[in-house]
């Protein structure tokens, strides 16, 4: 258990929907990242928050948003979505924002647009 | 822009036998390197990291890398394969900002 959860699990839901997925990062990490893994593109970076900042963006869809909370939890938020956002959908998080620090990942959230 | 390879989908061994899972990079500069493991249906689990030193890197569940400047490779190894080992295996390189590049994935199959 890397300490660091996501919810939830699974999450079936439409084209055109809109979800919101959660993410708690480990005690005293400040430092959250997105990452989507699927068949075809693989494990891809998305979004990093720092202690309530976004600092980093990769890959990330415009309708793709996240945000950083005061008690360090995120949210990414995935809206007008399509059948090719179906992933599963990493967060990880660090202690700081990026040096030698490894990254710790959460146990993913596995989407499903129909 | 830093980027890993991983040349393999698939790596078969038998248990009890000497695994390697290779990884080459492509940096400019210093590379600051990962090894992760994900198991069906779960996260990654991190391995090992190479930032710096000796080029022989030990991690957890008796991994080690062995870091290769001149032919720019971070093979992932073990002496001993076990049936548990059996996984998909992600190498990483921190990019120009903080966020990891991951190489495609091996799977790795031991077999009794």
């Known amino acids: 258990d890397s300490g660091v959860t996501q919810t939830p699990k699974h999450l079936i839901t439409a084209t055109g929907q809109r979800v919101t997925l959660r993410c708690s990062p480990r005690s005293g990490d400040l430092s959250v990242y997105w990452y989507q893994q699927s068949l075809d593109q693989g494990l891809q970076f998305l979004i990093q928050?720092?202690?309530?900042?976004?600092?980093a963006k990769g890959n990330i869809l415009e309708r793709f948003s996240a945000q950083q909370f005061p008690d360090l939890h995120s949210e990414l938020n995935l809206s007008s979505l399509e059948l090719g956002d179906s992933a599963l959908y990493f967060c990880?998080?660090?202690?700081?924002?990026?040096?030698?620090?490894?990254?710790?990942f959460g146990p993913g959230t596995r989407l499903t647009v129909l | 822009a830093q980027s890993v390879a991983q040349p393999e989908d698939q790596v078969n061994v038998a248990e009890g036998n000497p695994l390697t899972v290779k990884c080459t990079y492509s940096v400019s500069g210093n590379p600051y390197l990962f090894w992760y493991v994900q198991y069906p249906n779960r996260g990654l689990q991190f391995l090992l990291k190479y930032i710096t030193g000796d080029n022989l890197v030990k991690g957890s569940y008796g991994f080690e890398a062995e870091f290769n400047k001149s032919q720019t490779s971070f093979h992932l190894k073990k002496p001993s394969a076990l049936v548990s080992d059996s996984a998909l295996y992600f190498c990483?390189?921190?990019?120009?900002?903080?966020?990891?590049?991951f190489g495609k994935g091996t799977s790795l199959l031991v077999t009794p």
């Open positions: 990483a390189v921190r990019d120009s900002g903080y966020a990891l590049n």
């Open positions: 928050y720092y202690n309530g900042e976004e600092r």
């Open positions: 990880a998080s660090s202690p700081l924002a990026g040096g030698n620090n490894e990254q710790f």
